[in-house]
């Protein structure tokens, strides 16, 4: 009973299962994390894991996977949104970017090493991802040229900086540091707004 139970709960055991995954792998490290490891923190046997998940490698890739499609489908929307400036959405999405990657910190397992554990199918899938994203903003400061509102002498340098500078936050950024989050978003909403009307 105790495993058709756990059969029968389906994508809710699923997202149990990402959800403590990610918590591992963020704490432990991936290679540090097994399949037995996994299941134990679900509470789950190791067998009821495999039928959800072939392997560890499937797991991460699982985790990737869902938080990129949340990132696109909440950053993207807004950067299309032609009944706004570039300027306001450019401030939208740092603050989003911002938010949803500290909300979701153990999630964001998308660094090289991680991104090596892959197999290249599922490379592919999460640069494809990060590319939706990336070409939106670039389209958003591209946008901002044509305006006015922008001035930039290289759009394609000026997108990686800013990602670049926003991915980094999650690598220092701690609730009981100097600053709140908030200090932080505006600080970063103001430089990256001087980055995009400033001629390098």
């Not at 959800?52 to 490698?57: D, E, G, I």
Request: hydrophobic share 40%.
């Amino acid at each position: 009973m105790a495993r058709k139970r756990c059969l029968d709960e389906g994508p809710v055991l699923r997202g149990k299962i990402m959800e403590r995954a990610s918590e591992l792998f963020y704490e432990r490290g991936y290679a540090a994390t097994s399949i037995r490891d996994i299941a134990e923190a679900v509470g789950i046997s190791s067998s009821t894991m495999y039928h959800h998940f072939t392997n560890k490698q499937e797991v991460l890739h699982a985790i990737i996977a869902n938080f990129m499609a949340d990132f696109v489908a909440a950053t993207v929307p807004v950067l299309r949104d032609q009944g706004r400036t570039p300027t306001e959405r450019i401030r939208e999405v740092v603050a989003l970017h911002l938010k949803i990657s500290d909300e979701r910190r153990p999630e964001l397992l998308i660094g090289n090493p991680i991104r090596y554990a892959l197999n290249p199918r599922q490379q592919r899938d999460g640069i494809a991802a990060q590319t939706q994203y990336h070409d939106a903003v670039r389209a958003v400061i591209e946008e901002g040229l044509a305006t006015g509102e922008f001035e930039v002498a290289d759009v394609d340098l000026t997108t990686m900086a800013i990602l670049d500078m926003l991915n980094g936050v999650r690598e220092w950024f701690r609730h009981s540091g100097r600053l709140t989050l908030d200090e932080i978003t505006d600080h970063y909403t103001t430089t990256v707004l001087k980055i995009l009307t400033t001629t390098r």
